[in-house]
Structures are given as structure tokens and as C-alpha cells.
């Protein structure tokens, strides 16, 4: 029985030791080989002087190095830490001295980056350079307070104590996700929550070994992670992949043969904006979606693109990990669901006051089960606000289950099937009507005019809020008609969801640390707009 996160590779290992588990654009690594590695390492950091639960943040693209990393600190009894190299130095030492990092796993040039910032995080102990590289003697001077040791060190470690006893109830990650106001919060996983969440997709995306998962997403993303976590429970080989360019992505999965690949929508647009070989069809078994609502027309490319391949549809938040998915057997019925609770969960949708909402009544959904986090790191009240009590449970039980509270409006139909709203924070009040972002661009999009968008609300003295929506005109076309575009839109909705103001934007709209679309900044960047309007203005 695996219970814990680096039990997933010593199982594997077991199982078939000769079996790829990891490649990346450097190199290929056996199961064995990986689980070697990942011993040596954990070895080395209880060697040099590792507490049980201690932070180990890992700064760095995708690399087998980078993973050893991860897992080694699993099994040291750590608590990983993952950080995305998108991030600014700034910010990379506000996560560290939130979450009291003891040791950081980065490369040498991000180090050198690093080390301006690294004085202010006072329980840093000990960093480790992930590449080859020599470390410069100016970099090891600025180090003051930590000691630097290379990668090969740190394996080379020959002391084998014994390691601390971990049990799945034990922290094992926290992942750190944008807030709407402030600095990110760290979601703090269990190894229960990490090993049930992997087994659970597993068996819904009916993975085996001779998958081949493309790891494109952050691995401080929790469905970036869990391409690692899945790949692992099954035997699975995991390509790990550094999107940069759309058309490179495109040329990976053919050459390395892909299986399964997951994504967010921008990936997914920017990806059938290209021409796909014919290879990647013959073997791209599935794709899944989470992190934003699929456009309907992306959706039908991606279905052209590779007809034989499964779609599935999900919906998560990192306080949950996943929380539902979609049969692929009911695209074709219902394109727009988010389907229903994954194995393992419950998934409801309940009012204010916690009783459950009627047929196509829109509500919170809130998700019980295995999967729910353990709140967040050092902060009492948003976790008090988020994690509570279970509705309708036994009132009798002493210490009360407790669900995740998503902060999303979903509605159930007939069926059971869910769909997704809006975020409660991101919901548009306009002319006395509650209106969805995500609907608005769904209608937006079917326009044919444009190949993203982002829709918001932003305050008028009039109208509550005022619906702006900010596009990227659809490929191919240099079509910038704000006219023809509102013209096309009222097709497709209806006079109180039209925009007031359209900004269009050449280049793709900007995005936040993990691949989705950046609406805080966007928002704060129109939030003045209808200050002053003139007299007599009608959006």
C-alpha cells in the first residue's frame, strides 16, 4: 500500500526497475536510477542536518535534477516547497521566508540572482546548486549565513541514518497560489492528499505504464505536479517539458510519442492556432483541461487535431486538488460541463447557510473527502474562512469533518452534472443582473473574431459595474473592428452582458505565473475607467 509521496517511486521501482521514469531535454532516467538518486539525496540532507518537517523550496525549470529534488526531500522527512521560475527574486524570498524555507534546491545562475535577497530569509541553512556549473567565487562570497553545495555532494553523501518516521497524515508540500488581494498563500498538502489525489485521476484517466505524460504546466502548480504524482503511481514515463514556444511543444509530443498531455485554455489555443504532424493523433491517447472554462471552438480543434484522443473536462482549486471531471462519453451532450465529483469526493452545491441548492439553483460548491488540504500555511483566518465544517454531516461528532468552501458559484442540472459560473469575487453585478465572466466569453468567442479573451467587471456610477472585455483578434486576422465585433456579439447575448468597452490587445493577453490569464491585472488596469464618463454616456 503506498501512503506516502516518495513511496510512489520505490513501488514503481519494485515493480519494474528498468522502465523509464523521467526524461527531459538532457537525459533519460530509469525507475531504479531515479529511485537511487532520490535516497542518496534524502540521505544527504539528513546528513546535513534536516529536521523532520522542515521547507525545502525547489527553484528551477523542469530537469530530472530538479524532481531527485522534490522527492528526495519527501523522503527526509521534509516538506516540499515547490517555486515557479517565472517568479522574480523578490517574490521567490517572500516564499521562502513565509513558509521558513531551510534548504533551496535552484541552479547556479538563479542563485546568483538570488543572492541579493537570500539575507532576508533568516532560516535558509543550505543551498543546493541542481546543475554542474561551478559556482562563482563571487556568488560564494555574497553567501553569508548558508552553506552552497553542489548537486553531486550531496549524493555522493555516504552516512545512511535513519530517517525520520513519516505517516500520510504528515505535511508534504505546500503550494503557493495567487490570492485575489495581497501576496500568494501556501496551501499545505498531506502525503494522503497528494498519494489519494494521484490515485484517484489514475483510475478516471485509466493511466498504465506505457503512458507517456507530457509535464508542460509548473510543477508548483498542483495539476502540474500531479502529472509527476499520477505518472508515478501507474509505472508511467513523464516527459518533462519547458513551454516556451507553442510550435516546440507541438514537436515534443510527436517525438517523444505522447499519451496524455495536460493543459490550461491559453495552452490549448495557442496550441491549435499550429498544424499538428499526423503522428501525434496516432498515439495522443487523452487531454485534460482544468484552471478555466475550455471554449466550446477550442475544444472542437483540439478534437480535429487528434480525433482519436479522449477529452476531459475538470474542474480543481489547490485546496482540493481536483474535484471533478467529465466523461469524454458526454462532451458531445453537454461541452460545458464540468461533469461530476472524481472518485473518492463529494462534491456539493449549497446556499449561505449550507442547505443544498435545487436543480440548476446556482450555489457554492463546496468538496469533501481525502483530498481537502490542510488549510493554509500561517494564516489562521483565511483557513477559517475557507476550510469548514461539512454541511448536513452528524452534529454529535466531537471534531467535525471539514470541507474546502471553493468561493465558486456552480449550478447541478437534472442529471447531476455541474457547471461552472463564476468565481464569487470575479462575478459581474451590472444593471441589477449577476453575470458570469466565463459566459460572456463563451459568446465573445463564438463570434469567430477573436482568439482570446478575458471578460470583467469594473465600476460605473451608473450601472454597478461595467462589463470590459480585452481581446486578442483571432489568428490570421488584423481585424480590430470594435463595431463589428459588438455587432457580431449580440448573436449571442443579450444587451445586459454586451461590453461597454473592448481594449484589443496584438500579442497574447498577459499571464500569471502559471499559464492562466493575469484578470488582477487587467482589472486594476481599467478599474478607473468609467470615472467620469461623459454626460449623457450609455454603455
Wanted: aromatic share 6%; charged share 20%; net charge negative.
Amino acid at each position: 500500500m503506498i501512503t506516502l509521496l516518495s513511496g510512489l517511486t520505490h513501488a514503481a521501482t519494485n515493480r519494474t526497475p528498468a522502465e523509464e521514469a523521467l526524461r527531459d531535454g538532457k537525459g533519460v532516467c530509469t525507475y531504479e536510477e531515479f529511485e537511487d538518486r532520490v535516497d542518496r539525496f534524502a540521505h544527504g540532507l539528513a546528513a546535513a542536518g534536516l529536521d523532520r518537517s522542515a521547507r525545502v523550496a525547489v527553484y528551477a525549470e523542469k530537469s530530472i535534477e530538479a524532481v531527485v529534488a522534490l522527492f528526495g526531500a519527501s523522503r527526509a522527512g521534509g516538506v516540499v516547497v515547490p517555486v515557479n521560475p517565472l517568479l522574480r527574486p523578490e517574490q521567490v524570498a517572500y516564499i521562502l521566508r513565509d513558509c521558513n524555507v531551510a534548504v533551496l534546491a535552484t541552479t547556479t545562475p538563479r542563485l546568483a540572482g538570488l543572492v541579493p535577497v537570500l539575507p532576508s530569509c533568516p532560516d535558509l541553512r543550505l543551498v543546493v546548486s541542481l546543475d554542474s556549473r561551478p559556482i562563482p567565487a563571487q556568488v560564494q562570497a555574497q553567501a553569508t549565513g548558508f552553506g552552497v553545495e553542489p548537486m553531486d555532494a550531496v549524493l555522493a553523501n555516504d552516512i545512511r541514518s535513519s530517517l525520520p518516521r513519516v505517516v500520510d497524515a504528515d505535511m508534504a508540500a505546500i503550494l503557493y497560489t495567487s490570492g485575489s488581494t495581497g501576496n500568494p498563500k501556501g496551501v499545505v498538502l498531506s502525503h494522503r492528499n497528494l498519494v489519494a489525489g494521484a490515485e484517484s485521476v489514475a483510475s478516471y484517466l485509466e493511466n498504465t505504464a506505457q503512458d507517456r505524460i507530457m509535464a508542460a504546466l509548473p510543477l508548483s502548480f498542483d495539476y502540474g505536479l500531479s502529472q509527476i504524482t499520477t505518472a508515478f503511481l501507474v509505472g508511467a514515463t513523464v516527459v518533462l517539458h519547458n513551454h516556451l514556444l507553442p510550435a516546440e511543444t507541438v514537436r515534443v509530443m510527436a517525438r517523444e510519442r505522447i499519451t496524455g498531455l495536460a493543459g490550461v485554455p491559453p495552452l490549448w489555443m495557442q496550441l491549435t492556432a499550429l498544424e499538428w504532424p499526423e503522428a501525434i493523433g496516432e498515439h495522443l491517447r487523452y487531454f485534460t483541461n482544468s484552471g478555466g472554462a475550455m471554449p466550446t471552438h477550442t475544444l472542437a480543434l483540439l478534437r480535429e487535431r487528434a480525433p482519436r484522443a479522449l477529452p476531459y473536462l475538470m474542474y480543481g482549486l489547490t485546496e482540493a486538488f481536483r474535484s471533478t471531471y467529465l466523461p469524454p462519453s458526454e462532451i458531445d451532450r453537454r461541452p460545458t460541463s464540468i461533469g461530476k465529483a472524481i472518485p473518492n469526493a463529494e462534491v456539493m452545491v449549497v446556499r449561505e447557510d449550507g442547505t443544498e441548492c435545487d436543480v440548476d439553483e446556482p450555489g457554492e460548491l463546496v468538496h469533501r473527502g481525502a483530498l481537502v488540504s490542510m488549510g493554509y500555511w500561517n494564516d489562521e483566518a483565511r483557513t477559517r474562512e475557507r476550510f469548514r465544517p461539512t454541511p448536513g454531516r452528524q452534529a454529535g461528532l466531537m471534531l467535525p469533518e471539514h470541507a474546502v468552501w471553493s468561493g465558486d458559484t456552480v449550478r447541478r442540472d437534472a442529471e447531476g452534472f455541474l457547471y461552472f459560473v463564476g468565481r464569487r469575487d470575479e462575478m459581474i453585478k451590472t444593471s441589477g443582473y449577476r453575470v458570469s465572466p466565463t459566459e460572456i466569453e463563451e459568446g465573445v468567442f463564438r463570434t469567430g473574431l477573436v482568439a482570446e479573451v478575458a471578460a470583467f467587471g469594473v465600476p460605473h456610477p451608473m450601472l454597478g459595474q461595467a462589463v470590459v472585455i480585452v481581446v486578442k483578434p483571432a489568428e490570421k486576422r488584423s481585424d480590430t473592428d470594435t463595431a463589428k465585433l459588438l455587432a457580431a456579439c449580440k448573436s449571442h447575448l443579450p444587451m445586459y452582458m454586451l461590453p461597454a468597452h473592448v481594449e484589443w490587445f496584438e500579442a497574447a493577453l498577459p499571464r500569471n505565473a502559471n499559464g492562466k490569464i493575469d484578470r488582477k491585472t487587467l482589472v486594476t488596469a481599467h478599474r478607473h475607467r468609467f470615472d467620469d464618463p461623459p454626460a449623457g454616456h450609455r454603455p
